[in-house]
């Protein structure tokens, strides 16, 4: 059974920094470029950052571009997102999920990530 | 980038049959999208991959009553036999070298 289970998620004041982890089993995680997706309360889905099968490769939404860092361990089959500098706008549930062919196949259940002082 | 347009809210009665869509913007007519439904509270699941020429594969355990088609820039996605569980947000997804895009979902309301 593919599953993905976020954590790391908690109350953060602005200005602060948070990191999220996504622990993968079920499925070859090395094979597959990553992604976290956020959901701000009562909002749609926002695409946050992207990360190919190795590592090599990242992209960022403009909205966070500069203050998150997208990474990965294939050897523990780990995603992770550094968040810096946090905003109450980044007041959000965060998502990880898994692409294949271009699309997402896999959702995590999301951790939630309040920003307030 | 690519941007994907759905309509806000949708609604259709039990049992029935309806048909969201999902518009992708001018150049980007030939991308492959998902589908994802999010019920109320939970997390999104993944529906199906939906290619430009209809063809669709959906993924596990998602019933036979969601079906998908194409028509130009146009991606349908179409739920049969309306169930009270399918009252959902559906999204559509795509994306390009830089990123991941979603639309702004549609809100499916059975009556």
């Known amino acids: 059974e593919v599953q993905l289970v976020e954590s790391g998620g908690a109350l953060v004041q602005p200005g602060g920094s948070l990191r999220l982890s996504c622990a993968a089993s079920?499925?070859?995680?090395?094979?597959?470029?990553m992604h976290w997706v956020r959901q701000a309360p009562g909002k749609g889905l926002e695409w946050v950052s992207r990360?190919?099968?190795?590592?090599?490769?990242?992209t960022y939404a403009d909205s966070v571009k500069g203050r998150f860092t997208i990474s990965r361990d294939n050897a523990k089959n780990t995603l992770y997102l550094q968040m810096n500098s946090l905003r109450a706008e980044d007041t959000a549930v965060y998502y990880c999920a898994g692409i294949l062919s271009r699309v997402t196949e896999y959702w995590g259940q999301g951790t939630l990530v309040p920003v307030s002082s | 980038q690519p941007v994907l347009t759905q309509s806000s809210s949708a609604s259709a009665s039990l049992g029935s049959s309806v048909k969201l869509t999902c518009t992708l913007s001018s150049g980007h007519s030939s991308n492959i999208i998902a589908w994802h439904q999010q019920q109320p509270g939970k997390a999104p699941r993944y529906l199906m991959k939906l290619e430009s020429s209809g063809t669709y594969n959906k993924g596990s355990g998602v019933p036979d009553r969601f079906s998908g088609s194409s028509s130009g820039a146009d991606r349908y996605l179409t739920i049969s036999n309306l169930q009270s569980e399918d009252e959902a947000d559906f999204y559509c997804e795509t994306w390009d070298s830089n990123t991941q895009v979603f639309g702004g979902g549609t809100k499916l309301t059975v009556l």
């Open positions: 990360i190919n099968s190795d590592g090599s490769s990242t």
């Open positions: 079920g499925f070859t995680f090395s094979n597959y470029w």
